[in-house]
């Protein structure tokens, strides 16, 4: 069975595009365009969730906050793809819960090597 990733972006583009590559590499893929709406599509059970940082209604961290607080979701590994490459906002991440970041534009293989390494 494959594995499934939920991923968050405000730009539907960006969505399509993280949402394409993983498809072609046999990943079941759930998407939202925000915070708020990952949180209500969130559930059942996925593997991996791949988010934004800056996103209307709710943005990446808090959705990190809110995901780490449902003991179902505590483990799951959650990275963020975000613009932003600052330390700060990396350590917010990661005091958030994030496991890991990557930075926009990212290359296919960039992000289907992140994914295979999150979810050995």
Same mark, same amino acid.
């Given at each position: 069975m494959p594995k499934k990733i939920?991923? #968050?972006?405000?730009s539907a583009s960006v969505?399509?595009?993280? &949402?394409m590559t993983l498809r072609?590499?046999?990943?079941? #893929?759930?998407?939202a365009s925000d915070g708020k709406?990952?949180? &209500?599509k969130l559930t059942g059970p996925v593997d991996m969730i791949i988010t934004d940082?800056?996103?209307?209604n709710m943005d990446g961290i808090t959705l990190i906050k809110s995901v780490r607080a449902d003991s179902r979701f505590r483990f799951i590994p959650i990275v963020?793809?975000?613009?932003?490459s600052q330390a700060d906002k990396k350590q917010d991440g990661k005091t958030a819960?994030?496991?890991?970041?990557?930075?926009?534009?990212?290359?296919p293989d960039q992000l289907l090597a992140v994914v295979q390494k999150v979810l050995k």
């Open positions: 939920m991923t #968050v972006d405000d969505r399509q595009m993280v &949402a072609n590499a046999g990943y079941d #893929v759930v998407e709406d990952a949180l &209500a940082l800056n996103m209307p963020m793809l975000t613009t932003e819960g994030a496991t890991g970041w990557i930075v926009k534009p990212f290359k």
